[in-house]
């Protein structure tokens, strides 16, 4: 079974992305060549990566005491990625780019995510280089970014600290002015960095042959205390090895060192690290402490992180679509060849009938039409959202605007629902499999396990319900969540028409009216206790309020197509989310309208 129908039908049937060639940026581009981009990532996939997910699976990263090794499938797959240019895809063809549209790039990277995972194929380099495009100087743009577009550097972002997780206010890694000259450095003021990062990915490694940090540190006051919370955060990038004015390595290495590899349950082929900045194993110019430079403006390095976070959000989200679509595809091609239990007649099952196959059960089609409507709704929903990114990035200043406001309020989304409902997927994909689904002779189990780490990925689950029903829902007095309620409801008006679709078309406009109804409620006492207690429940209720409006705009689309068993496919998972899947948002509405404290009021002696 392949993934490039799918894509094929959502980009240029749904998205229309030809259409985007009409805008200057695009313009030297046609569907040829965005084929040709889909054909090559396609085949990189299918023969760098897929025959090696295992491999990086049972053969993890380790430390020698001196470099950190990686398979040499890992190596050979990073330089094919690099060679085809994918890195910058959708830079400036005057810095060696593409000029691809985001949405046609997000949809190559779908074959790497579904054919390896844990190799990767350079999500944190690309985010950590467009955050530099944003808001480095130009030296920083020519040194640091250009030499990641082209995968002779890769980047990572380094927020986490080991006492602080995912609370950023709490990070106490210092910044302090490298000499009475920082300010005047070429490559921007030089600080010294000492502190700890946790959870760093691909933190370390020999696939480049620099790595370029961008950490989040703090600047003491005057009086050398650091400011409390997030004001006091600034931004720099800490080479891995020194580098010159000229992007040439100095010979040098940083003050920056490996304390250890963490070892994940899943996304075993990437190395996860704790990073020591200024430890004084390798000091630079015989004094310990990290050289960072600072990038945009002290105490605003969180506004300009927040470029990579988001971008890596939407990425992470994607993954995780894309490991439920594998699990998807393993457990459809089991269910079609595996015999097991007989046809149900009016008088029962008879023995001697022959067996037939699990895919000829109905709780078999259940689980299997449930995972393609969580994957196929999800790689839509992604694809929507990079579609968005191209929208705000080249449309007219209102739909630009638009789009901006509308990625505001979806990002949330984006992240977190596959990360919840296409892992469901996979642990239906383990069942559709029996006992041998909890094997390592098949897939799926390792699918679940790559798959479980992305509702922590990139912000927890609760950090994205509150940024949601905290933020989100409520910024530029609500313009976000009018914008998207129109949306929905333009695709309510077409579906409405349309015999076979007026009926869902109703249900979601009574999900829109409970959804906006609870964000009414939740902030009823104006008090963000109140409100935030049962942040998650309302996430994910308007998260399924949004791939149902993704699935009918779908199969809006697909319904005035020729009848094909595709076709009837992408109907039959409209029809079962609708039925089986949207319902579900009352009971989590419920106690998001009634501000029920039951969790938040709970005593910690009670449990």
């Not at 390595?249 to 940083?254: A, K, V």
């Amino acid at each position: 079974m392949s993934l490039r129908p799918t894509i094929d039908f959502l980009l240029n049937d749904w998205l229309a992305v030809e259409s985007l060639n009409q805008r200057e940026r695009f313009a030297d581009h046609s569907r040829e060549t965005f084929d040709a981009v889909l054909d090559t990532c396609e085949r990189i996939a299918r023969e760098k990566y897929a025959p090696f997910n295992r491999l990086v699976d049972t053969q993890e990263p380790h430390f020698d005491g001196e470099k950190v090794i990686l398979p040499q499938a890992t190596h050979e797959a990073h330089k094919a990625y690099a060679e085809s240019g994918m890195l910058s895809a959708a830079q400036d063809a005057d810095i060696g780019g593409m000029q691809l549209p985001y949405t046609v790039e997000a949809a190559a990277n779908t074959f790497f995510a579904m054919a390896s995972v844990s190799i990767g194929s350079g999500l944190l380099t690309v985010g950590n280089a467009n955050l530099l495009m944003k808001h480095g100087t130009d030296l920083q743009k020519q040194v640091f970014a250009l030499n990641e577009f082209s995968g002779r550097w890769s980047g990572t972002m380094c927020l986490s600290e080991p006492q602080a997780g995912s609370s950023l206010s709490d990070v106490v890694t210092r910044a302090v002015p490298d000499g009475p000259d920082f300010a005047s450095d070429s490559l921007g003021p030089r600080y010294r960095l000492k502190g700890n990062k946790m959870w760093i990915s691909s933190g370390e490694h020999e696939l480049t042959e620099n790595i370029i940090h961008l950490v989040l540190a703090k600047i003491p006051d005057e009086s050398g205390k650091l400011v409390p919370g997030t004001r006091g955060i600034s931004l720099f990038i800490v080479p891995k090895h020194m580098v010159n004015v000229h992007g040439e390595l100095t010979g040098e290495r940083n003050d920056v060192a490996l304390a250890g590899l963490n070892h994940k349950c899943g996304w075993r082929g990437t190395t996860n690290t704790l990073l020591n900045f200024g430890e004084g194993k390798y000091p630079v110019g015989g004094a310990p402490g990290a050289v960072g430079y600072l990038v945009g403006q002290p105490g605003k390095g969180l506004a300009c992180m927040f470029h990579m976070m988001n971008e890596a959000r939407i990425g992470v989200g994607l993954a995780a679509t894309m490991l439920g679509m594998a699990g998807y595809h393993a457990s459809l091609d089991y269910a079609k060849g595996r015999p097991q239990g007989r046809p149900m007649g009016p008088a029962g099952k008879d023995p001697a009938q022959p067996q037939i196959r699990i895919i000829e059960h109905a709780d078999v089609k259940r689980m299997l039409l449930a995972q393609k409507s969580y994957c196929e709704g999800a790689l839509a929903l992604e694809l929507f959202c990079a579609r968005l990114v191209d929208e705000q990035h080249t449309g007219d200043v209102q739909a630009a605007d638009d789009a901006r406001l509308l990625l505001e309020v979806l990002t949330p989304i984006a992240k977190s629902w596959p990360s919840e409902w296409c892992l469901e997927a996979n642990s239906l994909a383990i069942q559709v499999h029996g006992g041998y689904g909890y094997t390592r002779d098949f897939p799926v189990e390792q699918y679940w396990r790559d798959n479980r780490l992305n509702m922590i990925h990139e912000g927890t689950h609760g950090i994205q319900a509150m940024d949601l029903l905290g933020r989100k829902v409520l910024m530029e007095e609500g313009k976000g969540l009018q914008l998207l309620a129109a949306r929905m409801q333009a695709t309510m008006a077409r579906a409405s028409q349309v015999p076979e679709l007026a009926a869902h078309a109703q249900a979601l406009g009574q999900a829109l009216a409970q959804i906006s109804a609870a964000t009414r409620a939740a902030w009823a006492t104006g008090n963000p206790s109140d409100a935030l207690a049962n942040a998650v429940p309302y996430l994910q209720a308007f998260g399924h309020t949004v791939l149902a409006w993704i699935w009918l705009d779908v199969v809006l689309t697909a319904h005035a197509a020729a009848d094909s068993p595709a076709r009837t496919g992408r109907l039959a998972a409209m029809r079962f989310f609708f039925h089986y899947e949207l319902p579900k948002i009352g009971a989590w509405l419920q106690v998001v309208s009634q501000r029920d404290a039951t969790c938040a009021e709970l005593s910690e002696d009670a449990f």
